[in-house]
């Protein structure tokens, strides 16, 4: 049975100060251990979420990290830089990435491959476009987003289901459609590893999970937990939706 997983992407919110009050009080709710849980704050907080969360069971992710190991590439970062400073897991080709930054399939197969070297996690990051959507070209899309990720560590590898047009848009993907999506891309990752270690792979949904929507996602069979942007923030609703998680770990 896969563990659920519950990863907040803070973008680009909250400094050191901001940081440090958040993850206090997240520590203070006392986390249950039925979930793993994920925090990702910017860059700059990285090495002062480390030092709070030393002796915790929850997990620290980067925002993105670079393919190389050094060099020339002004503004970026090495797995091994985030390894140094205490980090354990990395998101890579989310969609504000893809979108706004120029990431592409194989510019994010080879940040989530040098990532995995260096002996980080990965939140490998799918999904379509409205207009893909709408067009019926979310599987052609999903199916050319997976492809390749059978040169990975599926042991150190999620991979998220974020549909673009439902971030940060008030829109969310009904239960049934979340569903019909990961159970596809499951079968994609059957392709590119096998049936056993597609089984393994924990399929995350992002797009507007929230504590009001979270138990109907998380109680669908191939959704194994959300990677969480905006209700990530605040404590209390990042809290609610691990309850969530726990309860339908319950089959509650």
């Known amino acids: 049975m896969r563990k659920f ?8 919110h909250k400094g050191v100060s901001e940081t440090s009050a958040f993850i206090e009080s997240l520590l203070a709710t006392d986390p249950t251990p039925a979930v793993d849980v994920v925090v990702s704050p910017p860059f700059t907080s990285l090495p002062t979420a480390a030092m709070l969360l030393t002796g915790s069971e929850i997990g620290l992710a980067a925002q993105n990290v ?13 797995s091994e830089m985030l390894v140094e400073i205490g980090a354990s897991w990395v998101i890579v080709g989310h969609s504000e ?11 994010a197969r080879d940040r989530a491959r040098a990532a995995q ?3 980080l996690k990965v939140i490998y990051c799918i999904g379509e476009t409205l207009e893909e959507r709408e067009s019926e070209r979310t599987f052609e899309v999903l199916e050319s987003q997976t492809d390749g990720l ?8 999620v991979v998220a289901y974020e549909p673009v047009w439902a971030i940060g848009t ?8 979340a569903q019909e999506a990961h159970a596809f891309v499951r079968g994609c990752l059957e392709r590119a590893f096998s049936t056993e270690r597609a089984e393994s792979i924990r399929i995350l949904y992002g797009g507007s999970l929230k504590p009001t929507n979270a138990h109907e996602l ?5 959704v194994d937990g ?10 209390d609703s990042f809290s609610a939706i691990i309850r969530a998680a726990a309860e339908c770990a319950a089959g509650e």
């Open 66 to 78: 670079h393919w190389e190991s050094s060099g020339a590439f002004t503004g970026e970062l090495s």
């Open 150 to 157: 059978g040169a990975l560590e599926s042991a150190e590898l």
């Open 218 to 222: 998380l109680s669908k069979p191939d």
């Open 226 to 235: 959300g990677l969480i942007g905006g209700a990530s923030l605040d404590v």
């Open 5 to 12: 997983l519950i990863a907040g992407n803070w973008k680009m």
């Open 117 to 119: 070297q260096a002996g």
């Open 97 to 107: 990435r893809r979108t706004l930054f120029g990431e592409t399939d194989r510019t």
């Open 170 to 177: 008030g829109r969310t993907a009904s239960p049934e459609q």
